[in-house]
């Protein structure tokens, strides 16, 4: 039986450098939680990807209680070692907030030895999560059909670049897909310079995807006792999203219009400046466009065809966004806010990467803690936003070190103390 998840009391807290300490968070459990009452709690997840998209999907299962054993190459995975610096060599911050919750083993695949342990740690598991590309699952015998004849219960989700189709073998990274799927077009819509939106919104969404058809096949296997194949590609996944947002009039045959909303690819559809900063306002409808037509002293505008409905805002958004832009400019950000707040208009301030730590909700919501991780020492780390009624929340073990709990399930996959030095050793197998 492979460990489940670790439950704790919460850690002390602390506030980033420059916010105000962030304050004990009231606990609703109980003081020994019962980590067999999270969502997932005996659910096994075998961990065989690197990057973000794998990853995060796999943290997530780890938050709500599955056991997830990452499984790693010799040297590890990639964000270990691309992703900013760590007091410890290929222990980046990202790493960090991606693999919490999890345990590391290192296998050569290639390694006669190295597949026998792969195939012991497949055949008790409920979830296999690989991101590797299909000529290289087949290579090291990870393909489905191999894997399902061991467990047939087992839910193998493969995370690819592209499914079927002419670019099937193309390796793809987060900056690829968002080139080849649009996402980078709309960047030159707006501004005239295509541009890669700067956070991996290819990966992080697909990875949701991912664990969304993840759920669902293991809430299917409670009917039919089996498990089956997910192919979960990021292009195609990136390529819907993005023509079900902008295909606008190309949508219908004839097309009414060219593709693209132009309320969102407007240049100046973007946080609006003030005398002294900006503010982060949405008027989606006319109640809302009426009342801040009035916050800005423009009443007049309420009886213009251009202006008087959303329809007609939509189709006038450029005009409609330069007259917004002129009457923010009068007012500081803080005199904005609390004109908005009191018309009931959508709208809070604008944060950077350094104020959002210091937001008062954030701190307020417990969102960034501080612990102590026993390699790396004092750190952040983000907190699960999702609470759930019926479950218990519990403090998760720390990210790993690479093949940091070898040993540990090699003795419990039945090999003996020095079996596993043997395999180790022999390189095909790393840990401690």
Known sequence: MLHGIACHRPRKRGGPSGAPALPMTQSTQSNTPDPSQAALAGVRVLDFTSAVVGPYAAKIMADHGADVIKIEAGDGDVIRWIAGPSPTPGMSGKFLHLNRG????ALDLK??????????????????????????????????????????????????????????DTPAYDSIIQGGSGVAALAE???????????????????????????MALFQRERTGRGQRLEVPMFENMAALVMSEHLYGATFDPPLSEPG??????PQASPVKTLDGYVCLTTNTDAQAHALMDVMGRPEMKEDPRFRTKQARAAHSSE?????????????TREWLEA????DIPAMPYNTLDS?????????????????????????????????SGSVACEMRPAPLLGEHGLE??????????????????????GR
């Open 111 to 168: 390694s006669e030895a190295g597949r026998e342990v792969a195939m012991a740690l497949v055949e008790r598991a409920d979830v296999m999560l690989i991101n590797m590309r299909p000529r290289a699952i087949e290579r090291l015998g990870l393909d489905y059909a191999a894997l399902a004849a061991r467990n047939p219960r087992l839910v193998y989700c493969s995370m690819v670049g592209f499914g079927p189709g002419p670019y099937r």
């Open 102 to 105: 999890k345990r590391s083993i």
């Open 409 to 430: 399930i090699l003795r419990e996959l039945g090999y003996s103390d020095e079996a596993a030095r043997r395999m180790m050793e022999q390189g095909a197998v790393g």
């Open 320 to 332: 409609y966004f330069a007259i917004r832009a002129q009457a923010m400019a009068e007012r500081t």
């Open 340 to 343: 908005l707040a009191a018309a």
């Open 189 to 215: 819509m707006a501004t005239g310079v295509p541009r890669y939106v700067p956070y991996v919104v290819a990966d992080r969404t697909v990875g949701l995807m991912a664990l969304n058809a993840v759920l």
């Open 261 to 266: 909303d132009l309320r969102l690819i407007d």
């Open 356 to 388: 959002l730590r210091s937001d008062p909700h954030i701190v307020g919501a417990g969102l960034l803690r501080r612990v102590e991780h026993p390699s790396e020492g004092a750190m952040w780390d983000i907190a699960d936003p999702t609470s759930m």
